[in-house]
């Protein structure tokens, strides 16, 4: 807000102008004051949001999106390549320069009628699917490009830090031309870290890399987005990326907004992300017991103790909170709790609906836990008859412990 | 021919400085030309990239001569841009040595161009986006992102540029005649010795500016081999 003010009084001259841009602001201020009140209440978000309201036209290509997103956690755009999910990341950065409408990021207006708010000045850091190291630098100076161009009181990450978290040290002098795929993002990752972002978009980090390449970033991508509380736009049209990573989903199809919400929830009711099916679910970690071996973490899951082999990915937005990745494949439902099985992790369930899978002789169970988190299950049609499964019947959710991740 | 190249006359002297001096200055006006304008033709995807582009690769293809007669046209005291120079009280740029900076500029100005033009398209923006992202201004981008980047361009145009004023010589013949000191440049020169029959001044020279042209080429190979390495 403060950002246009400035230039609006810049561009004016003259007592005359002056006076009419000073009418024009306070007219401005107290008409978009009370614009942002009326939004904020409208859905009372805990923590400050971005608003976008943009359009862009190009040839064969329109895209029009209106949303609201929460400066919180990972939110995941999805879609598939060419439905406009870099083009909304660039109009978010300020690199698109035909992009129209309106943008305010929290308390600050990026994008307006009359005001574009340079790139320079809305502290985003991008990580994008191909190598963006400036080649005529050394990895040390890409690192503090962005560093030493950020004012002094704004630092708050800082390179040793970054450089530890992100094992970065001993690539410091080599040259660019000299990392692999995997420790290209990797170093990309830190510069855009080390210039205090107050945004951090990710455009398809890990597309570009191979099996080896993703192992190079993906455990520290996922253990400094947990630790360092930047709020996370993560572009992919990789389930498999979204589900591993992010809280929050925002669906695009054809330059159009499809869904948005939480991803427990969309992975359910959207068929495009049912090419593999699974639940996301959410637990909370438990203390360890002396009486059980060290390599075993219990969890509660809806009311009930779960044992792990392993500890589960905590949840980027949810303290304290654990997420389940399950495959529809791995749940298998029972009328009654099995005894002396290997199945470690059974869960009280209700039957809420069902649907036909893609091969007709098998079907998707959509169960509610006591908790009111939903589960996937995909069985077949003969053991469907043969349970004589109905709507709102009880059952027990059968999980291997070892397909959980 | 060693002993001989010593034996140069004060007019020969005057004619290289004059040379030198010519190449110089019209390679450094080029350069800051040729950057904003480069970088324009280099993105730019619309119709009057086209005619321009047109416009600047026209020297590369017109006879110099054809150059030089329209520029005569252009600055003579009672047409166009010489009338309202005479206008202003400012001397004609005809037979002079500002004229020919002018004139060398024009003819020059696709061999700087063409170079950077290719060189910006192939590091196209996505380092001036990445540094603006992390913060960097508009001169900062320029000054530490496109520049380094664009080193091996801004040789190439340089050197051909100035290479390529060193040449010149329809075009100075047409606008700048040939008086000493002022617009009595080399090849011009060359052409006088000829033209009086004086073979061995005329062999000296043509020397001098063959060795200078193959030193000033092979150097540049060199250059952009280190810059590619």
Redesign the interface.
């Known amino acids: 807000m403060n950002d246009r003010h400035d230039f609006t009084a810049k561009v004016s001259g003259g007592t005359l102008g002056k006076a009419t841009t000073y009418l024009r602001q306070l007219i401005h201020s107290l008409f978009h004051s009370s614009d942002v009140k009326e939004m904020l209440s409208a859905d009372k978000p805990e923590t400050s949001s971005l608003w976008l309201d943009i359009s862009l036209q190009r040839q064969g290509f329109r895209l029009r999106i209106k949303t609201q997103i929460a400066l919180t956690g990972i939110t995941a755009i999805f879609g598939r390549s060419g439905c406009g999910k870099t083009s909304l990341l660039r109009a978010i950065?300020?690199?698109e320069p035909k992009i129209t409408g309106d943008i305010c990021f929290g308390e600050q207006v990026w994008l307006s009628d009359r005001y574009k708010c340079?790139?320079?000045q809305?502290?985003?850091?991008?990580v994008s699917q191909?190598d963006?190291l400036?080649?005529?630098l050394t990895v040390e100076q890409n690192l503090l490009?962005?560093y030493q161009?950020?004012s002094p009181d704004l630092r708050q990450l800082h390179p040793e830090d970054i450089y530890q978290q992100l094992d970065l040290t001993p690539l410091l002098h080599r040259a660019v031309q000299q990392l692999s795929g995997g420790q290209k993002q990797r170093v990309a990752l830190g510069?855009?870290l080390l210039?205090q972002p107050q945004l951090l978009l990710l455009d398809e980090p890990l597309s570009a890399l191979d099996r080896i390449g993703r192992q190079e970033i993906v455990p520290y991508l996922r253990r400094v987005l947990i630790d360092i509380n930047i709020p996370v736009l993560l572009i992919s049209h990789q389930l498999e990326d979204v589900v591993q990573l992010a809280d929050f989903l925002i669906l695009l199809e054809q330059g159009q907004l499809k869904a948005q919400g939480a991803l427990a929830k969309l992975l359910h009711s959207e068929p495009e992300l049912q090419s593999e099916a699974m639940s996301v679910l959410y637990t909370r970690q438990l203390p360890k017991e002396p009486s059980l071996p060290s390599s075993v973490c219990q969890l509660e899951l809806s009311e009930q103790r779960i044992l792990l082999p392993a500890s589960p990915s905590p949840s980027t937005n949810l303290p304290k909170m654990c997420r389940l990745r399950i495959r529809a494949k791995d749940v298998s439902v029972s009328l009654r709790p099995l005894e002396q099985s290997s199945i470690q992790v059974q869960l009280p369930v209700q039957v809420t609906h069902w649907q036909a899978a893609s091969s007709t002789a098998e079907l998707f169970l959509y169960l509610s836990l006591s908790d009111g988190q939903q589960l996937l299950a995909q069985i077949s049609q003969y053991s469907f008859d043969q349970l004589g499964i109905k709507k709102g019947c009880r059952l027990y959710a059968n999980i291997k412990a070892a397909a959980i991740s | 021919m060693n002993t001989e190249l010593f034996r140069l006359s004060t007019e020969d002297w005057q004619a290289i400085w004059l040379t030198l001096k010519l190449c110089s200055l019209t390679t450094l006006i080029l350069l800051c030309i040729a950057i904003p304008l480069a970088w324009w033709l280099a993105f730019g995807q619309q119709k009057r990239h086209s005619f321009v582009e047109a416009l600047v690769t026209l020297p590369l293809v017109l006879p110099p001569t054809v150059l030089g007669f329209y520029l005569l046209l252009l600055l003579s005291p009672n047409h166009g841009i010489g009338n309202w120079l005479t206008a202003a009280g400012l001397p004609p740029l005809l037979f002079s040595f500002e004229g020919l900076v002018l004139g060398s500029v024009i003819y020059s100005l696709p061999f700087a161009v063409q170079p950077l033009k290719q060189c910006f398209r192939s590091i196209g923006t996505?380092?001036l986006?990445?540094?603006?992202?992390?913060?960097?201004?508009k001169f900062?981008r320029f000054y530490n992102?496109l520049l380094?980047?664009a080193k091996p361009g801004l040789i190439a145009a340089a050197s051909l540029s100035f290479a390529h004023t060193l040449g010149e010589f329809g075009m100075i013949m047409m606008i700048g005649g040939s008086i000493a000191g002022e617009t009595k440049v080399l090849s011009v020169l060359i052409y006088d010795h000829t033209e009086a029959m004086n073979y061995d001044a005329a062999h000296q020279l043509s020397f001098f500016l063959l060795v200078l042209s193959v030193l000033l080429l092979f150097i540049l190979n060199r250059w952009q081999q280190d810059s590619r390495r």
């Open positions: 950065a300020g690199l340079p790139a320079e809305r502290r985003i850091g991008l191909n963006s400036l080649p005529h490009f962005g161009r950020t510069r855009a210039a | 996505q380092p986006e990445t540094a603006a992202l992390l913060g960097a201004k900062d992102v380094p980047l």
